[in-house]
């Protein structure tokens, strides 16, 4: 059975601070590892991650892929109020599957 | 703003009641999907569309009837609920099935569902 393990499941960090969240998976046929951010309503995607090695960067946010030993980050750096959601990790072998999250709460 | 639209955004009904949700987009998306969350928990994958026809069903009781009347369209047919099924019902679509491209999914901002 295809499965996801995210970690921390929650964080608070302040304003300003830097956060590394993590993914691990355990899939058949892995195509892709996707990362969510959720805040009251629909997740909106943030990346999407192939192959290992190669950083995937969008302003503060960056996420990397190691397919060696199954695993993702998501980093967010100058944390800001904004940042605080649900944070998924979703990987595709079949059905895509999802982690349980990580609550992000940033304070100022 | 999401490009998938999802109507009503909040439903409350009794377990007697018979309504649906709609979903639509506009993207020529030719895949899409109804997803359960409960609360503190992740998306759950119910049914998948691809090209009008039903390709996945994950074991979902039969009080739970999707349609898909076209490739811009999704609904779910909702009868005799119970109380559990109290979540937030989110539709997406890919542009094609998620076994076949690499899984980027628009979300709608889903229909928060409450059974009394």
């Known amino acids: 059975e295809d499965k996801v393990v995210q970690s921390p499941l929650s964080l608070v960090v302040h304003e300003g601070d830097t956060v590394t969240l993590n993914c691990s998976y355990e899939?058949?046929?892995?195509?892709?590892l996707l990362w969510y951010k959720q805040e009251k309503k629909a997740p909106t995607f943030l990346f999407m991650l192939?192959?290992?090695?190669i950083e995937k960067k969008s302003g503060r946010l960056s996420s990397i892929l190691d397919k060696k030993e199954l695993f993702s980050i998501l980093n967010i750096t100058a944390t800001q109020t904004g940042d605080s959601a649900v944070y998924l990790c979703?990987?595709?072998?079949?059905?895509?599957?999802f982690g349980k999250g990580t609550r992000l709460s940033v304070i100022a | 703003d999401t490009e998938v639209t999802q109507t009503p955004k909040h439903l409350v009904m009794g377990m007697t009641n018979k309504k649906s949700l709609k979903c639509e987009q506009h993207?020529?998306?030719?895949?899409m999907y109804w997803y359960k969350q409960k609360a503190k928990k992740p998306p759950e994958l119910m049914f998948v569309?691809?090209?009008?026809?039903?390709?996945i069903n994950e074991s979902v009781p039969s009080r739970f009837s999707p349609e898909c009347p076209n490739s811009s369209l999704l609904n779910l047919h909702l009868h005799a609920l119970q109380p559990e099924d109290s979540a937030l019902y989110l539709c997406?679509?890919?542009?094609?099935?998620?076994?076949?491209?690499?899984?980027?999914?628009?979300f709608g901002e889903g229909s928060r569902l409450t059974v009394l």
């Open positions: 899939v058949t046929n892995f195509r892709s």
């Open positions: 979703a990987v595709l072998g079949g059905p895509l599957v």
């Open positions: 993207m020529g998306h030719r895949a």
């Open positions: 569309y691809s090209y009008e026809k039903l390709s």
């Open positions: 997406a679509s890919s542009q094609d099935r998620q076994g076949a491209n690499t899984g980027e999914l628009f």
């Open positions: 192939t192959s290992s090695g």
